[in-house]
């Protein structure tokens, strides 16, 4: 028996072109897959927080399924190293064979951002040029990237409540040919451009939604917890809402709270990622309309990105 590939994160980031793992999504989305529900266990640690262990699995009809496992030790900080540890491991679902080892935090930064960009494709203006990015971390540095696939984004501003960061990404930007800057007022700088990007772990909103104007897209895709908020309860009463899965109505603080308090209500939804990527929903339907999105990640986004690169990765040999 073959031993499975190795692909550490320089070998995931070369495969997962973001071209092609978007149309790797929505080919996946438009088919679907097995998505049994997360399982998350507590660690209980000796004089440090709780560490959570995630474990994300998915198969598929084509013949290939998947497990993440996710090490979250926020105690890490003290130790300076990174709090969250990822891999993936990919299997054939007919033999039960292993087939890939993959790094998943490279694998769930990108298809993150490529999901994004997917809803986008449907929900923002075609002739959107102009992105601001709320959060300057591992996935915000990705959107960029993954909009420009689907949209001729040029302009790009950058807010984060650490400047050090938001100038490190402005910077990053800047080198790979796009006009960037740094957005000193939050408030300003969402009057500025086509598409709000918040890749945060805000639990107070930071978006208003009497800062939005007509035509905008607003793509919240950083809080995966009900204390969790990137956008208050305005925004949601402004825009046409859309998620990613079903998984938001029990994981995400954006759609809980209007949920809860009557802002929103479930027939309000106007769909997901499923009914946009198989047309049971045209997305957005007029130039001024203002598109909400939430997203929380999904199981089945990784299978199709650990799919892809494997199959590359094979190609190559």
């Not at 149309?23 to 997360?38: N, S, T």
């Not at 895709?221 to 990137?230: L, N, V």
């Not at 949601?236 to 759609?255: M, N, Q």
């Not at 946009?276 to 999904?298: M, N, W």
């Amino acid at each position: 028996m073959t031993s499975p590939k190795f692909l550490d994160q320089d070998d995931v980031r070369s495969a997962l072109t973001f071209s092609d793992l978007i149309e790797a999504l929505r080919h996946q989305f438009r088919v679907g897959a097995e998505v049994p529900l997360r399982h998350q266990h507590p660690i209980a640690l000796d004089d440090e927080p709780e560490a959570i262990l995630l474990l994300m699995p998915v198969w598929d009809t084509a013949g290939f399924g998947g497990v993440k496992l996710v090490n979250v030790h926020p105690g890490n900080n003290v130790r300076g190293i990174p709090a969250l540890s990822a891999s993936y491991l990919l299997f054939d679902s007919k033999t039960g064979q292993h087939l890939a080892f993959l790094d998943g935090g490279e694998l769930t930064a990108r298809r993150t951002a490529a999901a994004s960009a997917l809803a986008a494709d449907y929900l923002c203006k075609k002739d959107a040029q102009s992105i601001l990015l709320v959060g300057a971390g591992r996935v915000a540095s990705n959107l960029a990237y993954a909009y420009k696939a689907v949209r001729n984004i040029e302009k790009v501003l950058v807010w984060d409540i650490n400047l050090g960061f938001a100038e490190k990404l402005k910077a990053d930007l800047r080198a790979n040919g796009f006009d960037a800057e740094i957005a000193s007022n939050l408030e300003k700088a969402v009057s500025q451009v086509d598409i709000v990007s918040c890749a945060t772990l805000a639990e107070d909103p930071l978006i208003k939604g009497k800062w939005l104007k007509p035509g905008q897209h607003l793509d919240l895709i950083g809080g995966f917890t009900p204390a969790m908020r990137e956008a208050d309860d305005d925004a949601v009463s402004a825009a046409t809402v859309f998620v990613d899965t079903v998984a938001v109505l029990a994981e995400a603080g954006d759609i809980i709270h209007p949920l809860e308090n009557g802002t929103l209500s479930k027939s309000m939804i106007a769909g997901d990622l499923f009914s946009l990527c198989s047309a049971q929903h045209p997305g957005r339907k007029t130039q001024d309309e203002i598109t909400y999105f939430k997203a929380v990640g999904t199981a089945l986004e990784d299978l199709a990105a650990a799919t892809l690169a494997f199959s590359k990765s094979s190609k190559r040999i």
